[in-house]
């Protein structure tokens, strides 16, 4: 089970309902869905839509709707027609915990071999509230989670595989690499980018290496604050959308142990250096307090000889 959500911030109600009706097949009730409309006209839905979004004030880059897409895969085990209705069920418990006061307009489209899908289209505010109904992404993701876990808990007929709790690691794409899978791209820039810097990260071993095959295959790293960056043909991708960023670490944390360890072997080579320079330093100060020594004993014998034959020629002279 498959739900995304992408943000509209322009007033294109009609746009993206001529979209969602494209297809025939499905404008009948059953293939429709409604959530605190009192309309079921084209015409007068994109009119309510329309009046609904006149309560909320003109700010630049804000949200005037969503359009949104459940998706489930296929199963034999039950008929299309119940495929369709549990759908729908799962439609209705997503509304209720993402949009429980705000427009919803559905269309059921089936005109893919392989899966069903509900395209939504969710207001941004609430029914004639002037402020926007917003959810970051943390509030989001729980809902999701929460839904897939009602449909794996209550639904087991329809096979879904648990793809948004579960643990394994998936690059987060956009909608635009979205399309152009679906078009039969096999691998997608991030996913090239997300292998090579593996590659990388597991061959590496210290700093110079790093940069040495960073620059092979054109890649710089960019670090802000505590996100962490790598720049590919002038175009920046977060280590954390590609999954990267704990490979990143567990690098960084080797490295730095390996520095530490050099840093550490240098202390103790300079640590060594200077005892043998002191205790170099010592002998030759040594010696050379042996050579004043004799020379000071000279001396001094000398000086004795001397005073011995100064006081006899003083006698000799009395």
Known sequence: MIIKSMPRKDKSFWILVNYMLKNETVCNGEGLFYKNLYVKEKECVIKEFERNSGFLKKIKWSNYFYHEIISITRTDKISNKEQKDILKKIVFFYTSLRSEDNLVYGVLHDDKAHNLHFHLMISANKYN???????????????????????????????????????????????????????????????TIHQELSLIFENAADKETLNTLMKQKDYQLYVRGKTVWVIKDDKKYRLKTLWLIDNFNTLSEKIQQWDWKKVSDNLIMNEQEKFNRWEQEWKLMSEDINDRKKQANIIRSNHNKNNFYLKKEYKFKK
């Open 129 to 191: 509230s002037n402020k926007r109904h917003r959810l970051d992404k943390s509030k989001f993701s729980d809902i999701k989670k929460k839904v897939e876990y009602y449909v794996l808990e209550n639904f087991p007929e329809l096979e879904q595989k648990s793809i948004i709790n579960s643990k394994k690691e998936r690059i987060v794409k956009n909608n635009k690499e979205y399309q152009l899978e679906s078009r039969g791209w096999t691998l997608t820039i991030k996913e």
